[in-house]
């Protein structure tokens, strides 16, 4: 059983920064492919960015494509979520998830993702 925790968002101003993190314990960190999603409220939840368990593919919505950027550290079981320029339709609760199928495909679908965590708060003032 995999464990995923998120962190580091916050309130922040549109144009500013966050970087969100994701820490996984319980699992082989690099045998997972990661997966941020987002969910505002009164929408549905949507893929952000993925990355392969190497972290040598990455994959971004095209509403963040230029503007976010996804990583990992396997030897500290940490992936990061780096948002710039961020914008308020960019506000959401942001989810991590891994894919335990595999650690080279990257999915952009929520509902073939193993694992999630409880999600992290993203507030932007216009």
């Known amino acids: 059983q995999v464990q995923l925790v998120e962190s580091g968002g916050g309130l922040v101003q549109a144009g500013g920064s966050l970087r969100l993190s994701c820490a996984a314990s319980?699992?082989?960190?690099?045998?997972?492919?990661m997966g941020w999603f987002r969910q505002a409220p009164g929408k549905e939840r949507e893929f952000v960015a993925a990355?392969?368990?190497?972290?040598?593919?990455?994959a971004y919505a095209d509403a963040v494509k230029g503007r976010f950027t996804i990583s990992r550290d396997n030897a500290k079981n940490t992936a990061w979520l780096q948002m710039n320029s961020l914008k308020p339709e960019d506000a959401a609760v942001y989810y991590c998830?891994?894919?335990?199928?595999?650690?080279?495909?990257?999915?952009?679908?929520?509902?073939?993702?193993?694992?999630w965590g409880q999600g992290t708060q993203v507030t932007v003032s216009s």
């Open positions: 990355i392969s368990g190497g972290g040598g593919r990455t």
């Open positions: 998830a891994a894919d335990r199928k595999s650690s080279t495909v990257i999915l952009t679908r929520g509902p073939l993702y193993d694992y």
């Open positions: 319980g699992g082989t960190f690099s045998n997972y492919a």
